[in-house]
């Protein structure tokens, strides 16, 4: 496997979403620069074989290649998503206010391409109602 050096590895502000990613090819990383969010994953680590005798010294094992990446599914399929609850009491659910803020978020849920959910709840057990609108989108 060739060794990539990197000069400057950070390409990403630390107080934005990262737009830009170093490839990971089939052999490791590579130098070639992809803009994009890398999607989230992880190295399964390959347990190395017990040594015996004097030299006990354990190796690290750096073969961070392709064939042993795992993508994680879950964190992927969450990652962009907002969701929004406005809570008003039931009492204040048919006030001047509401209707102008369901309009708000409704807008503001289709304008987002499918990223964000807008729910207005009034009951206080409104769980039940949140895992539904999660499923659903």
Not at 56 to 63: A, F, G, I, M, S
Request: charged share 35%.
């Amino acid at each position: 496997m060739k060794q990539v050096v990197i000069e400057n590895p950070v390409l990403n502000s630390a107080f934005a979403e990262p737009e830009r990613h170093w490839k990971f090819g089939d052999e490791g990383i590579t130098d070639e620069i992809v803009e994009a969010r890398r999607i989230s994953a992880y190295f399964v680590p390959v347990a190395q074989p017990k040594r015996r005798g004097k030299d006990k010294q354990l190796v690290l094992d750096t073969e961070w290649t392709a064939s042993r990446k795992k993508e994680n599914t879950e964190i992927n399929q969450i990652r962009g998503r907002v969701l929004v609850v406005e809570y008003k009491g039931e009492h204040l659910i048919g006030g001047p206010d509401t209707d102008e803020k369901r309009s708000i978020g409704e807008i503001w849920a289709a304008r987002s391409s499918g990223r964000c959910i807008f729910m207005l709840v009034g009951k206080v057990d409104y769980k039940s109602e949140i895992r539904n609108a999660v499923k659903g989108s």
